[in-house]
């Protein structure tokens, strides 16, 4: 630091600028009537603090995607981006928790100033659209809001920074170029995909002859398993085909590419290996981070059900029912859920060779054999 610019001492109450922050509580109830409604102020300060912490989840997920940006990741940036992505995971569940502090209003007491708020809605919340928009929620995945874009409540310039984010590489993206970049699919004669089908083949004809061997279930029974087996069969295959998967992504029910799939796969399946521990953590914390928003929309969905019960917003959408479907379609990365359904137990995973085991090691514990 220059030492002729001696810093000066500073006030909690001014470096904290309370005067604003604890001055921004205004009922509006107080503008109309004598009185103003006593909840009003755990309204205001209940969506302040949120806003405040979504500043927070910004201000980490902005610096992840940062990190992600650079062409030359630095490798031990990753584990700084799973701190960072472990914080905004903390900070959801401290958000989900203080809904519970929302509903000691009671729903006659919102009816005491709900109607000074028309048209006023979280619906207008800028910062929990670039949220879900840097976290890599599409317009087109968007649930539409009486057939209008989700941007027609902001302003021109509100508008234009979230189609900058939308067109600028959002987590799901840059998550995607980074799995696609990873090594190990294929490592001089091993070829990942090919032993990794063959694992899974062998498993399945396992299967098959156990529980066509087995004495303990019926001709019908067995009949049954196998072509439920069958099923399991047909899923892996096209799971794992390219041109299956090419299919589905045109058809929008997958959305992460081929290749990025088959690495989140061989992350899931050799996270022991040091080298994939840590990009291992990264994946469920961007899991974790789905989750909680998830489990947040469904959580803010039964609290409005139980405020306002099927009354429609004050943003104009249907209230609840709107509001649950957004939970489940709002999901942003289900293809990474869904990788757990192509894993196969530690016992049927086929062995790597000793280079590819040496490369995925920490350099000491091979030569210190
Ligand atoms: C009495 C408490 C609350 C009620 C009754 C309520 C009601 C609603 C309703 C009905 C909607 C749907 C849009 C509309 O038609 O207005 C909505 C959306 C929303 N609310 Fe709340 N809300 C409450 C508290 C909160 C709090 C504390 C937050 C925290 C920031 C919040 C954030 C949001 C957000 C972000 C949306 C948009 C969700 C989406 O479109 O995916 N709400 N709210």
């Known amino acids: 630091m220059d030492p002729s ?75 700084l981006a799973v701190l960072r992505l472990k914080r905004v995971s903390e900070i959801l569940e401290l958000v989900i928790k203080q809904i519970f502090v929302m509903e000691t209003l009671t729903p006659l007491d919102f009816l005491d100033f709900r109607h000074y708020l028309f048209p006023a809605s979280g619906f207008q919340s800028l910062q929990f659209r670039v949220i879900e928009s840097m976290m890599g929620l599409r317009e087109e995945d968007r649930l539409t809001y009486n057939r209008h874009s989700y941007k027609i409540v902001f302003t021109e310039e509100q508008k234009e920074k979230l189609t900058k984010i939308e067109n600028g590489g959002s987590l799901f993206e840059l998550i995607e170029d980074w799995l696609e970049r990873i090594p190990f699919l294929k490592f001089e004669d091993f070829n990942f995909l090919e032993s990794y089908k063959s694992a899974v083949e062998k498993m399945l004809s396992d299967e098959e002859a156990a529980i066509s061997a087995t004495e303990y279930l019926s001709p019908k029974m067995k009949n049954m398993r196998l072509t439920m087996l069958g099923s399991t069969n047909t899923y892996f295959k096209q799971v794992l085909s390219e041109e299956a998967h090419a299919e589905m992504q045109k058809k929008g029910e997958v959305r992460l590419s081929y290749k990025a799939t088959l690495a989140a796969l061989l992350i899931n399946l050799y996270r022991e290996k040091p080298i994939l521990t ?32 099927n009354k429609v917003g004050t943003g104009g959408s249907s209230g609840h029912d709107y509001l649950a479907k957004t939970a489940e379609k709002h999901k942003i990365f289900k293809d990474l859920h869904n990788i757990s359904s192509l894993l196969i137990p530690r016992s049927e995973l086929p062995d790597l060779p000793i280079e590819l085991e040496k490369q995925l090691s920490f350099y000491y514990s091979h030569n210190s054999r």
């Not at 904290?16 to 009922?27: F, H, N, R, S, T």
């Not at 291992?280 to 019960?309: F, P, S």
């Open 278 to 309: 840590i990009p291992y953590n990264l994946l469920m914390e961007i899991m974790n981070i789905d989750e909680l928003l998830t489990t947040w929309r469904y959580r803010h969905a039964q609290m409005v059900m139980r405020m306002i019960g």
């Open 5 to 79: 610019k001696k810093y000066t001492a500073i006030h909690y109450h001014s470096y904290l600028e309370l005067d604003k922050i604890l001055g921004a509580q205004v009922p509006r109830s107080g503008k109309f009537e004598e009185n103003p409604a006593h909840d009003e102020t755990l309204f205001i300060i209940m969506h302040q603090v949120y806003e405040l912490w979504f500043k927070q989840i910004i201000h980490e997920i902005e610096s992840v995607c940062d990190m992600f940006r650079d062409e030359k990741l630095n490798e031990e940036n990753i584990n």
